[in-house]
Nanobody, 127 residues
Framework: QVQLVESGGGLVQAGTSLRLSCAAS????????MGWFRQAPGKEREFAAA????????YYSNSVKGRFTISRDNAKNTVYLQMNSLKPEDTAVYYC????????????????????WGQGTQVTVSS
């Protein structure tokens, strides 16, 4: 029902910025809460940011709060993750995810909350 494709990853130096995009296909995009997760080599998948479809309300993990900004453009069926002041610890594969939200203002932070996932885009931050 929902297909997600991430883009915008790459190799950057610490202190610089990247903007990730998540293009969604489907007829009910605006009814989904969206999230960004990341997974570094040898580590478990980690929640980064989420945005609801009512409000919208945003929420961030402590590790990215103040540096990353999640936003959505429902007209373009796209979710963004603006990443500023990147650190080497931000190096990971970043995944976009969609959760059906019966309560449109609820934020979801667990991977198990999300039904649909993209294939991921690699972000590498060098020192």
């Amino acid at each position: 029902q929902v297909q997600l494709v991430e883009s915008g990853g790459g190799l950057v130096q610490a202190g610089t910025s990247l903007r990730l995009s998540c293009a969604a296909s489907g007829r009910t995009f605006s009814s989904y809460s969206m999230g960004w997760f990341r997974q570094a080599p040898g580590k478990e998948r980690e929640f980064a940011a989420a945005i609801t479809w009512i409000g919208p309300i945003t929420y961030y993990s402590n590790s990215v709060k103040g540096r990353f900004t999640i936003s959505r453009d429902n007209a373009k069926n796209t979710v963004y993750l603006q990443m500023n002041s990147l650190k080497p610890e931000d190096t990971a594969v970043y995944y976009c995810a969609a959760a059906r939200s019966l309560s449109g203002s609820r934020v979801y932070t667990l991977g198990s909350d999300y039904e649909y996932w993209g294939q991921g885009t690699q972000v590498t931050v060098s020192s």
